[in-house]
Protein backbone atom coordinates (compact mmCIF):
# COMPACT_ATOMS: atom_id res chain seq x y z
CA UNK A 1 0.00 0.00 0.00
CA UNK A 2 0.83 3.55 0.08
CA UNK A 3 3.04 5.08 2.79
CA UNK A 4 4.97 8.16 4.14
CA UNK A 5 8.18 8.26 6.34
CA UNK A 6 8.99 11.07 8.20
CA UNK A 7 11.92 11.30 10.20
CA UNK A 8 10.74 10.91 14.57
CA UNK A 9 11.18 13.82 16.15
CA UNK A 10 11.54 16.76 17.90
CA UNK A 11 14.26 18.69 16.07
CA UNK A 12 15.27 20.93 18.46
CA UNK A 13 17.48 24.20 16.63
CA UNK A 14 18.62 27.40 17.54
CA UNK A 15 17.17 30.44 15.98
CA UNK A 16 18.38 31.24 12.17
CA UNK A 17 19.75 27.49 11.64
CA UNK A 18 19.20 25.24 8.50
CA UNK A 19 16.11 23.09 8.64
CA UNK A 20 15.67 19.55 7.03
CA UNK A 21 13.36 17.31 7.91
CA UNK A 22 13.02 14.30 5.98
CA UNK A 23 10.61 12.04 4.12
CA UNK A 24 10.11 9.72 1.96
CA UNK A 25 7.15 7.54 0.35
CA UNK A 26 6.09 4.23 -1.12
CA UNK A 27 3.64 4.62 -3.37
CA UNK A 28 2.04 3.45 -6.93
CA UNK A 29 2.11 5.43 -9.69
CA UNK A 30 2.74 9.36 -9.79
CA UNK A 31 1.34 10.70 -6.54
CA UNK A 32 1.21 14.25 -5.62
CA UNK A 33 2.82 15.29 -2.40
CA UNK A 34 2.31 17.82 0.10
CA UNK A 35 3.84 19.43 3.50
CA UNK A 36 1.26 20.21 6.11
CA UNK A 37 2.07 22.61 9.01
CA UNK A 38 0.06 22.68 12.68
CA UNK A 39 0.74 25.54 14.61
CA UNK A 40 0.11 24.63 18.58
CA UNK A 41 -3.44 24.79 19.13
CA UNK A 42 -4.61 25.42 15.33
CA UNK A 43 -5.36 22.82 12.19
CA UNK A 44 -3.53 21.38 9.42
CA UNK A 45 -3.06 23.87 6.93
CA UNK A 46 -0.85 23.13 3.66
CA UNK A 47 2.28 24.91 3.28
CA UNK A 48 3.97 23.49 -0.50
CA UNK A 49 3.34 20.69 -2.63
CA UNK A 50 4.67 19.34 -5.97
CA UNK A 51 2.71 17.60 -8.29
CA UNK A 52 5.16 15.62 -10.30
CA UNK A 53 8.94 14.44 -10.28
CA UNK A 54 11.47 17.82 -10.02
CA UNK A 55 8.67 20.05 -9.18
CA UNK A 56 9.73 22.47 -6.15
CA UNK A 57 7.06 23.93 -3.89
CA UNK A 58 8.36 26.80 -2.11
CA UNK A 59 6.32 28.82 0.62
CA UNK A 60 7.19 31.32 3.42
CA UNK A 61 11.40 30.63 3.00
CA UNK A 62 10.41 26.49 3.48
CA UNK A 63 11.16 24.62 -0.20
CA UNK A 64 10.91 20.54 -1.19
CA UNK A 65 11.83 18.99 -4.06
CA UNK A 66 10.14 15.75 -5.51
CA UNK A 67 12.76 13.15 -6.31
CA UNK A 68 11.35 10.52 -7.67
CA UNK A 69 14.51 8.52 -8.30
CA UNK A 70 14.94 8.23 -4.19
CA UNK A 71 11.37 8.75 -3.82
CA UNK A 72 11.58 11.66 -1.30
CA UNK A 73 10.57 14.96 -0.29
CA UNK A 74 12.24 16.38 2.00
CA UNK A 75 11.36 20.16 3.69
CA UNK A 76 14.25 22.81 3.82
CA UNK A 77 14.59 26.58 5.50
CA UNK A 78 17.97 28.53 5.20
CA UNK A 79 17.41 30.05 8.42
CA UNK A 80 14.88 29.27 10.66
CA UNK A 81 12.41 31.46 13.23
CA UNK A 82 11.04 30.76 17.11
CA UNK A 83 7.60 31.24 14.98
CA UNK A 84 8.04 28.02 12.47
CA UNK A 85 8.14 26.08 15.70
CA UNK A 86 5.36 23.56 15.05
CA UNK A 87 4.61 19.88 13.74
CA UNK A 88 5.18 19.74 10.67
CA UNK A 89 3.80 16.40 7.94
CA UNK A 90 4.80 14.99 4.87
CA UNK A 91 1.81 13.90 2.97
CA UNK A 92 0.88 12.37 -0.27
CA UNK A 93 -2.17 12.32 -2.41
CA UNK A 94 -3.37 9.19 -5.42
CA UNK A 95 -5.54 8.98 -7.33
CA UNK A 96 -7.75 5.57 -6.31
CA UNK A 97 -11.34 5.30 -8.92
CA UNK A 98 -10.80 8.98 -10.22
CA UNK A 99 -10.17 10.52 -6.87
CA UNK A 100 -7.30 11.82 -4.95
CA UNK A 101 -7.11 9.95 -2.13
CA UNK A 102 -4.24 11.53 1.01
CA UNK A 103 -2.04 9.51 3.17
CA UNK A 104 -0.07 11.21 5.86
CA UNK A 105 3.08 10.97 7.81
CA UNK A 106 3.06 10.91 11.73
CA UNK A 107 4.66 14.28 11.55
CA UNK A 108 7.90 15.71 13.05
CA UNK A 109 7.86 18.41 15.62
CA UNK A 110 10.30 21.19 15.34
CA UNK A 111 11.11 23.30 18.31
CA UNK A 112 13.11 26.64 17.83
CA UNK A 113 15.54 28.28 20.54
CA UNK A 114 16.01 32.00 20.61
CA UNK B 1 -12.21 34.45 5.46
CA UNK B 2 -14.16 31.22 5.07
CA UNK B 3 -13.44 28.09 7.65
CA UNK B 4 -14.31 24.49 8.08
CA UNK B 5 -16.55 24.43 11.19
CA UNK B 6 -16.39 21.72 13.77
CA UNK B 7 -18.60 20.81 16.81
CA UNK B 8 -18.58 19.67 19.52
CA UNK B 9 -14.43 20.91 20.06
CA UNK B 10 -14.68 18.93 23.15
CA UNK B 11 -16.87 15.74 24.05
CA UNK B 12 -16.35 13.04 26.96
CA UNK B 13 -18.41 9.83 27.14
CA UNK B 14 -18.07 6.45 28.64
CA UNK B 15 -17.58 3.43 26.79
CA UNK B 16 -20.89 2.04 25.23
CA UNK B 17 -22.25 5.35 24.41
CA UNK B 18 -23.21 6.92 21.11
CA UNK B 19 -21.38 9.92 20.20
CA UNK B 20 -21.71 12.14 16.71
CA UNK B 21 -19.28 14.98 15.57
CA UNK B 22 -20.53 17.40 12.94
CA UNK B 23 -18.97 19.43 10.10
CA UNK B 24 -19.85 22.30 8.28
CA UNK B 25 -17.22 22.45 5.55
CA UNK B 26 -16.39 25.89 3.07
CA UNK B 27 -18.99 26.94 1.27
CA UNK B 28 -18.85 25.23 -2.51
CA UNK B 29 -16.56 22.56 -1.47
CA UNK B 30 -16.95 19.44 -2.95
CA UNK B 31 -15.36 16.85 -1.38
CA UNK B 32 -15.61 16.42 2.39
CA UNK B 33 -12.55 14.16 4.63
CA UNK B 34 -13.19 12.88 8.03
CA UNK B 35 -9.78 11.68 9.66
CA UNK B 36 -8.81 10.49 13.00
CA UNK B 37 -5.52 11.43 14.43
CA UNK B 38 -4.25 9.62 17.91
CA UNK B 39 -1.72 11.65 19.44
CA UNK B 40 1.61 11.79 18.14
CA UNK B 41 0.46 10.24 15.07
CA UNK B 42 -0.84 11.67 11.23
CA UNK B 43 -4.13 12.15 10.16
CA UNK B 44 -5.31 8.81 9.00
CA UNK B 45 -8.05 8.44 6.24
CA UNK B 46 -11.48 7.29 7.61
CA UNK B 47 -14.05 8.61 5.13
CA UNK B 48 -14.31 10.97 1.68
CA UNK B 49 -17.27 12.43 0.11
CA UNK B 50 -17.39 13.64 -3.28
CA UNK B 51 -20.95 15.54 -3.31
CA UNK B 52 -23.16 12.88 -1.14
CA UNK B 53 -21.20 9.94 -2.15
CA UNK B 54 -18.89 8.14 -0.42
CA UNK B 55 -15.26 7.58 -2.69
CA UNK B 56 -13.17 5.93 0.06
CA UNK B 57 -14.53 4.59 3.57
CA UNK B 58 -11.94 1.82 3.45
CA UNK B 59 -10.31 2.84 6.89
CA UNK B 60 -13.80 3.18 8.72
CA UNK B 61 -14.32 0.58 10.85
CA UNK B 62 -18.00 -0.10 9.83
CA UNK B 63 -19.26 -2.17 12.78
CA UNK B 64 -19.09 0.96 15.22
CA UNK B 65 -18.22 3.75 12.63
CA UNK B 66 -21.04 5.45 10.42
CA UNK B 67 -20.84 8.83 8.07
CA UNK B 68 -22.97 10.58 6.18
CA UNK B 69 -23.46 13.80 3.80
CA UNK B 70 -27.17 13.36 3.17
CA UNK B 71 -27.19 16.83 0.89
CA UNK B 72 -23.70 17.05 -0.12
CA UNK B 73 -23.09 20.12 2.36
CA UNK B 74 -22.88 19.54 5.93
CA UNK B 75 -21.71 15.89 7.46
CA UNK B 76 -22.12 13.62 10.50
CA UNK B 77 -19.56 10.78 11.91
CA UNK B 78 -21.07 8.98 14.13
CA UNK B 79 -19.53 6.28 16.99
CA UNK B 80 -21.92 3.67 18.42
CA UNK B 81 -20.62 1.91 20.90
CA UNK B 82 -17.77 4.37 21.72
CA UNK B 83 -14.68 1.95 22.78
CA UNK B 84 -11.32 3.29 24.99
CA UNK B 85 -9.47 3.08 22.06
CA UNK B 86 -11.58 6.09 20.19
CA UNK B 87 -10.26 8.62 22.13
CA UNK B 88 -8.45 10.24 19.48
CA UNK B 89 -8.83 14.30 17.80
CA UNK B 90 -11.14 13.67 14.98
CA UNK B 91 -10.72 15.97 12.10
CA UNK B 92 -13.12 17.45 9.20
CA UNK B 93 -11.21 18.60 5.87
CA UNK B 94 -12.63 20.14 2.85
CA UNK B 95 -11.41 21.09 -0.86
CA UNK B 96 -12.85 22.46 -3.26
CA UNK B 97 -11.97 19.99 -6.80
CA UNK B 98 -14.20 17.30 -7.83
CA UNK B 99 -13.02 14.19 -8.98
CA UNK B 100 -9.75 14.05 -10.69
CA UNK B 101 -8.71 17.13 -10.10
CA UNK B 102 -5.42 18.20 -7.96
CA UNK B 103 -7.81 19.55 -4.18
CA UNK B 104 -5.63 21.44 -1.58
CA UNK B 105 -7.65 20.58 1.73
CA UNK B 106 -8.63 22.80 4.46
CA UNK B 107 -8.52 21.73 7.94
CA UNK B 108 -11.50 22.62 10.82
CA UNK B 109 -10.01 23.24 14.05
CA UNK B 110 -11.05 19.45 15.31
CA UNK B 111 -13.25 17.37 18.25
CA UNK B 112 -11.33 16.27 20.92
CA UNK B 113 -12.79 12.99 22.05
CA UNK B 114 -12.15 11.25 25.13
CA UNK B 115 -13.73 7.76 26.06
CA UNK B 116 -13.76 6.57 29.84
Known amino acids: GNSVTQMEGPVTLSEEAFLTINCTYT??????LFWYVQYPGEGLQLLLK?????DKGSNKGFEATYRKETTSFHLEKGSVQVSDSAVYFCALSRVTRGSYIPTFGRGTSLIVHP | EAEVAQSPRYKITEKSQAVAFWCDPI?????LYWYRQILGQGPELLVQ????????DSQLPKDRFSAERLKGVDSTLKIQPAELGDSAMYLCASSLARAGAYNEQFFGPGTRLTVL
Open chain 2, 27 to 31: SGHAT
Open chain 1, 50 to 54: ATKAD
Open chain 2, 49 to 56: FQDESVVD
Open chain 1, 27 to 32: ATGYPS
